[in-house]
């Protein structure tokens, strides 16, 4: 599936000053399905699809709706597509491992996005730059089901059905997915000690999150640095949190 996303210049959904997100769906829209809706659980493209469709029905594009509806409502004062130069220099390296498993650089045309002077693809499902305590505000919204600080940004239902199970029978391995979430199972807790209930996903750098909406008022957040090259990674991660949350 990646040859054929290549292939028709379909980006990943990270950073570019030469391309825009609209040109780029529209394309994804002339290639065909996998498999038709409801066959299998694959994870994709789906919400930058949707980051058109905000851009389309809003008539702005997804960094000046994200700044007016989001981040701005919620005080997210450091949380970007691409950082000012002002703040440039608070960016963090990125990490990689070489082939003796030594801390190395990420290559710059990889990881350095974030600075371009003047980028335009604005991703549904990828690029954005923040802090923790911007992120930690993002999930405190979610734990207060779409409300932070008297504002409003999502309603009740919508937070229950995002964090809910939206496959059916279908697995993502042990667990489920909501919108946007990874849910775990009863079976899923068995295997890391996470609660049932719990969402969660993650980012390329090995970003995660994980927050309970429903039995408690718990929340953990962990911004990496390093590139994400297997689950091992997520393996380690998920029993970090574990340890956190005992």
């Given amino acids: ?25 529209r394309a994804l829209g002339k290639l065909p399905l996998v498999h038709q809706p409801g066959e299998r659980f694959t994870y994709g493209l789906n919400v930058d699809v949707l980051g058109y469709l905000v851009e389309v029905l809003s008539g702005e594009s997804l960094d000046h709706y994200f700044h ?13 597509y691409y950082v000012p130069s002002i ?49 930690a505000t993002f999930l405190q919204m979610l734990l207060n089901n779409g409300e932070y600080n008297g504002k409003r940004l999502l309603a009740r239902r919508t937070v229950e059905l995002m964090t809910s199970n939206q496959i059916g029978d279908l697995n ?36 995660h999150l ?13 911004l990496y640095n390093k590139v994400h090259h297997s689950g091992i990674q997520k393996y380690k991660i998920n029993s970090k949190l574990w340890f956190i949350r005992r």
């Fill in 1 to 25: 599936m990646s040859a054929i996303y290549a292939k028709s210049g379909i980006p990943g959904g990270f950073g570019s000053d030469k391309m825009v997100l609209g040109d780029r769906i």
């Fill in 68 to 80: 007016t509806h989001i981040f701005e409502p919620l005080g997210m004062n450091d949380t970007y």
């Fill in 210 to 222: 994980m927050g309970r909406s429903k039995k408690s008022d718990l929340y953990v957040c962990c």
């Fill in 172 to 207: 993502l391995g042990r667990d489920k997915f909501g919108l946007g979430f990874e849910i775990t199972t009863v079976s899923g807790q068995a295997k890391l000690g996470i609660s049932a209930g719990s969402f969660a996903w993650g980012g390329l750098f090995c970003n």
């Fill in 87 to 135: 703040k440039a220099q608070r960016l963090v390296k990125v990490t990689a491992e070489d082939k003796n498993h030594h801390l190395i650089n990420a290559p710059e045309d990889f990881v350095n996005y974030p600075l371009l002077a003047r980028g335009t693809y604005y991703s549904g499902g990828a690029g954005l730059s923040s802090t923790i305590k911007d992120y």
